[in-house]
């Protein structure tokens, strides 16, 4: 990746990482640093969502920690990119997983004051919350969820000069 080719801002030092994300043959989950940083965790750290997009399409393992207990969704939070966030989010990455210090990446946003990634993943994480309590409604409380399903069944049409349904049993 030649620097000429940079179009984004304040792009400089992160260029020599990200032209390593690119070189032929490297392992996609290799650490490439000291820290066990892999090319997702750069990629997501420099806030740049297509390079991060290509480690996803390459097989990256996004929920790989590095020496910190940093998975890509917590560099992308300390870096307030939304984007890298929501391509992670898409792609299942845990939101509630911690690092060494026991912060997720919501932790993160909301300390290194992006709201906006603070709210986003506030956000996501509830509407996840509510999935999983719903689903444990049905799945657990199999007599609720049956007992809707008599009822509604326990019910037809019949020829009625009022036109209201009958049940079964005669009611």
């Not at 997009?53 to 207990?69: E, K, T, Y």
């Not at 989010?89 to 912060?103: C, F, R, Y």
């Not at 719903?134 to 809707?148: A, M």
Request: proline share 4%; hydrophobic share 35%.
């Amino acid at each position: 990746l030649p620097r000429r080719c940079c179009l984004l801002p304040n792009c400089g030092a992160e260029v020599h990482r990200l032209e390593r994300l690119l070189e032929p043959g490297s392992a996609v989950n290799a650490p490439r640093d000291s820290f066990c940083r892999s090319p997702g965790h750069l990629a997501a750290r420099a806030g740049h969502p297509f390079f991060l997009l290509w480690q996803l399409q390459s097989g990256a393992d996004l929920n790989q920690q590095d020496s910190f207990g940093e998975a890509p969704i917590h560099k992308a939070a300390k870096a307030g990119s939304l984007e890298c966030l929501s391509l992670l989010i898409a792609n299942d990455a845990l939101i509630d997983l911690s690092n060494k210090d026991g912060q997720t990446a919501e932790d993160l946003a909301w300390s290194c004051g992006f709201l906006e990634c603070a709210k986003f993943l506030t956000t996501v994480k509830y509407t996840q919350s509510m999935k999983l309590s719903e689903q444990s409604k049905c799945s657990f409380k199999t007599d609720n969820c049956g007992l809707l399903l008599k009822n509604k069944r326990a019910y037809r049409n019949v020829d009625n000069s009022n036109g209201k349904k009958q049940r079964l049993d005669g009611r």
